[in-house]
């Protein structure tokens, strides 16, 4: 009876609270962090917009348009920032790809909005490529185990307890809740391929 509309519901809360995070967060930083940040926060937004359980509130078929092109327009983003500078633009340019990718298989699917199988929740399947879907689930499936590996706390010898304050495990404080904010969305981007 909940099963689809609460999933929905909870991706959308999960996602929308990971895009206000990271407006906080691009509010506070500085060049390239900002841009990772304003990124992100589209792609929180974006996704707590493509979860919203279409039992509940159906999308305008505008709506699946405009998921195409802010998406697309973050792939090309994605892109760019991959080009200049890689590592965790590499990240953004497949997220926005398979956002991008999912709007499309929403747009393609006769009727999937009215059927309630917006993101796949809720109705018939909205459909997507076996080989692509798969591929983009092994990568966010890698990316949650590693980045969750990352959030375990790292033993620390006796006599650096202070040092521990400073970086715990190597990494700056404050940083574990940015790296759960991207493990969450990653989560996110999980369930929503499995329901494509």
């Known amino acids: 009876m909940h099963g689809p509309a609460l999933s929905g519901w909870l991706l959308v809360v999960v996602c929308a609270a990971g895009g206000a ?3 906080r967060r691009m509010r506070r930083a500085s060049g390239e962090e900002r841009r990772a940040a304003g990124g992100e926060a589209v792609m929180g937004f974006g996704m707590a917009a ?5 039992t509940v509130v159906a999308p305008p078929e505008w709506m ?4 195409v092109a802010v998406f697309g327009l973050a792939a090309a983003a994605g892109l760019l920032g991959a080009v200049r500078g890689g590592g965790h633009h590499l990240h953004h340019l497949v997220g926005s790809l398979a956002m991008l990718y999912m ?16 993101a796949g929740h ?11 879907t798969g591929a983009l689930l092994a990568y966010f499936g890698v ?50 391929l499995l329901t494509l």
């Open 21 to 23: 995070y990271c407006l």
């Open 50 to 54: 493509m979860a919203l359980p279409a």
């Open 103 to 118: 709007a499309v298989a929403m747009v393609a699917a006769p009727g999937a909005a009215a059927t309630g199988a917006h």
């Open 143 to 192: 990316y949650v185990l590693r980045s969750g590996t990352r959030l375990v706390p790292v033993a620390v010898p006796a006599g650096a307890a202070g040092e521990a304050r400073a970086a715990v495990g190597g990494r700056a404080p404050g940083s574990e809740l940015t790296l759960v904010c991207r493990l969450s969305m990653a989560l996110a981007m999980l369930a929503m």
């Open 122 to 132: 809720g109705g018939a399947a909205t459909g997507g490529i076996p080989v692509l």
């Open 64 to 67: 699946l348009v405009l998921y």
